[in-house]
């Protein structure tokens, strides 16, 4: 069991990833979006940079631009492109990581 935090705000949405499963998204009404990856640890014998060192390491991307994000969902058929939907409109984005 893992407490995952990052959201300065309630979420509004969370999406398992259909080609990943141990990824999923989660978008706040922080007019945030966060790709997270549960396979990930933290190496403790690594250095941690200090700007760094406050985010779990399960975070992999924070998308932000949008104003009061309402749902989020993964592409069906193309994978680690997400789609958003907020008050201004739709947004497309692709992670290569992902």
Do not use: Y
């Not at 989020?72 to 739709?90: C, D, E, K, R, Y």
């Amino acid at each position: 069991v893992a407490i995952l935090k990052h959201h300065s705000d309630s979420i509004t949405s969370v999406e398992w990833c259909p080609q990943e499963s141990s990824v999923f998204a989660s978008s706040g009404a922080d007019h945030q979006i966060a790709l997270w990856d549960l396979a990930v640890e933290r190496d403790e014998s690594e250095p941690v940079e200090a700007e760094l060192k406050n985010l779990p390491p399960q975070l992999l991307f924070i998308h932000q631009g949008q104003i009061d994000i309402k749902e989020l969902h993964w592409h069906p058929q193309i994978p680690g492109m997400v789609i958003s939907t907020a008050n201004s409109g739709f947004n497309f984005f692709k992670t290569i990581s992902v």
